[in-house]
């Protein structure tokens, strides 16, 4: 929705300007945004995986189920 709604008000030649820290152009930035997104929510599900899949308290739902 951001980037809709910065296009709507800069308009399409907005995302053919360069940031000029950086100095990339700022049709680069979503792209680097998702990527790190789905890097980062990756990492979280691996440690998780890895972690044996146990909450933040110690909980898991395989324990829940065998106490019936």
């Known amino acids: ?3 809709f709604l ?3 008000f800069g308009g399409t030649t907005m995302w053919d300007s360069k940031v000029p820290l950086i100095d ?3 049709k ?3 792209v680097f945004g998702i990527v790190s ?3 980062y929510s990756c990492w979280n599900y691996f440690r ?3 972690g044996g ?3 933040k308290n110690g909980s898991t739902i395989a324990v829940s189920c065998f106490r019936m």
């Open 1 to 3: 929705m951001i980037l």
């Open 6 to 8: 910065l296009s709507a």
């Open 24 to 26: 990339l152009s700022m």
């Open 28 to 30: 680069s930035l979503p």
């Open 37 to 39: 997104g789905a890097i």
């Open 48 to 50: 998780v995986i890895l």
């Open 53 to 55: 899949g146990v909450g």
